[in-house]
């Protein structure tokens, strides 16, 4: 069967298209999906890369501050 999105199980180049659309989101105010594009990103760094990976590292951050700001927000 085909991989689940988000599992590691695709390419760090693909995570990093997620990864600028979680921003874009972010950007837009619209942190649901902001949120759902960091973490798919952050799932693929993790799995191909590593944790301490810069790329790792920094969808994690972003993945934070998104969900912050939802909290502040909701």
Not at 5 to 29: F, K, M, Q, T, Y
Not at 35 to 41: D, G, M, P, T, V
């Amino acid at each position: 069967g085909h991989a689940q999105v988000g599992d590691g199980e695709e390419p760090p180049e693909v995570a990093s298209i997620r990864h600028n659309l979680g921003a874009a989101w972010h950007g837009l105010g619209e942190l649901d999906k902001a949120i759902r594009y960091f973490e798919q990103a952050l799932a693929t760094f993790d799995a191909r890369l590593g944790a301490e990976h810069p790329r790792t590292k920094t969808a994690a951050e972003n993945l934070a501050a998104a969900r912050a700001a939802w909290n502040t927000g909701n």
